[in-house]
């Protein structure tokens, strides 16, 4: 027996015969956080108190002394929260090369979740080598509807598909639900979800909902067709009996500018009639993605659909090239900038560049949101803070996210407290994807907790420099190891795959 485990012993006779305080049966591994402003995640008011962390679980909450052997850490009265579980990441990219999961880590990020906007596969795969190949945070993920589509299509994927096909499609949706997934996401603005008919949709996300999971959506179109890609998840949500996440809410075009309120409306109606939706959001008005889903239907040289998306969607001086085949020269300049360069007009050299190989598929991060909006959206009860982002690109939502919240919009313009920002990082995200025992500061529940510094915390990732990392974030723990500390990552892959939990 070790020394540990004689002492172990010892105490717990003497416990037994009631002749220590129990503070001090404490095994000796166990670490005690003193001092702290604990938010816990639920949104109630932060309060001073102290945090026993054993093995991998909070073990209390409260007015603790310290154990004999326990090592403390004085938090000197900075916020001490659940770790951030960010619902909509794209982090998974490069992250077995990356391990530290820096962009994550470093903002207070603990559970990323991806498999988004219809990517996920084959997570059999991705979670039997996370379990042998850890990285520094918690990796959830869902299955994704794109990707059923493609493996049953393939190539023939610009139509509708047979009653046949959805079957094929439905029995791949049940294998991933299997392997843990946490239920379906679709990207309707993509290809091939893009072609789906939505009773194709709600047929596999009842697939997903039978088996205790749920759906999320890059819905079907975030601009000209908004209104009614949101009636197609409020339904699938109505219909199946399942909750449904509305992925990045936003309105995304000129037009919509300014209808947050009409939003909230059709959403809270929704959630009154019983429907279970909820929304993520990531606090920029610029979004990232290719440039062939500005054209809903395709349709690249058609100039008056061309004119309609640099006046109503997003104008030329505000899509900035991520990546561009052939043309490596134009990362990093704008649309307008790149028309100079060729001497031809906006609408010419849109169409021009969209005609060149590849050219749909270009990276691009584009302005689509007005700042009023995504203030009120983020304000929604039920809407979620996201990142959408990933460690590399151009777009600083990958590094900046969860501290932009945090710094500029709490602290700064006061948008909510403290206390309702972290309620929508970690206790409300993990409620929304069906998380047990993450997101609340608690006994019992996984050590993933973030301390930080409110008056400095703060994002520093901008367009020119995206992958700046975020100030004010002092000391990460995942599954009760510290990832993170005084701005550098400690080498310890703690992070879980985190299969759907099976309700018994
Ligand atoms: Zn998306």
Known sequence: MSGHGWRRLIVATLLSAGLVPAALAQPAGATLITNALIVDGRGTPGRRGDVRIVGDRIAAVGQLAPAAGERVIDAHGLALAPGFIDTHSHHDRGLFTARDAIAMVSQGVTTI????????????????????????????????????????????????????????????????????????????????????????????????????????????SEDRYFWAALDEIITIGRENRMPVQVSHLKLGMRDLWGKGDTLIGVLNRARAEGVQLTADIYPYTYWQSNLGVLYPKRNFADSAE????????????????????????????????????????????????????GGS??????????????????????????????????????????????????????????????????????????????????????????????????????????QARAVGIRTVWVNGTVVFDSGAPTGRYAGRALRREKKG
């Open 113 to 220: 979740v991806v498999g988004q906007d219809g990517g996920g596969s084959n997570l059999a795969a991705l979670f039997t080598r996370l379990d042998s190949q850890p990285v520094a945070v918690n990796v959830a993920s869902y299955a994704g509807h794109g990707a059923v589509r493609s493996r049953v299509l393939g190539q023939d994927f610009k139509r509708h598909s047979t009653a046949d096909e959805i079957e094929k499609m439905k029995q791949l949706v049940k294998a991933e639900m299997d392997a843990g997934a946490l239920g379906l996401s679709s990207g309707l603005e993509y290809d091939p979800g893009i072609y789906s008919a939505p009773e194709e949709v709600r047929a596999l996300a009842k697939v997903a909902g039978d088996a205790g999971g749920r759906y999320i959506s890059h819905i079907r």
């Open 361 to 466: 598929g270009s990276g691009i991060v584009a302005k689509g949101m007005d700042d009023a909006d995504v203030e009120k959206l983020m304000q929604w009860p039920f809407a979620g803070i996201c990142s959408d982002g990933q460690s590399t690109g151009l777009h600083p939502r990958g590094f900046g996210s969860f501290s932009k919240v945090l710094g500029p919009y709490v602290r700064d313009r006061k948008l909510f407290p403290l206390e309702e920002a972290v309620r929508k990082m970690s206790g409300l995200a993990a409620a929304n994807m069906g998380f047990a025992n993450r997101g609340l500061l608690a006994p019992s529940y996984f050590a993933d907790l973030v301390l930080f510094e409110p008056a400095t915390v703060a994002d520093r990732a901008t367009f020119d420099a995206p």
């Open 306 to 357: 061309t004119r309609f998306v640099l006046e109503h969607v997003s104008a030329a001086n505000e899509i900035i090239f991520n990546s561009f085949r052939g043309h490596p020269e134009y990362t990093g300049k704008t649309l307008a900038q790149v028309a100079t360069l060729r001497g031809t007009s906006n609408e010419r050299t849109l169409m021009d560049l969209l005609a060149e190989p």
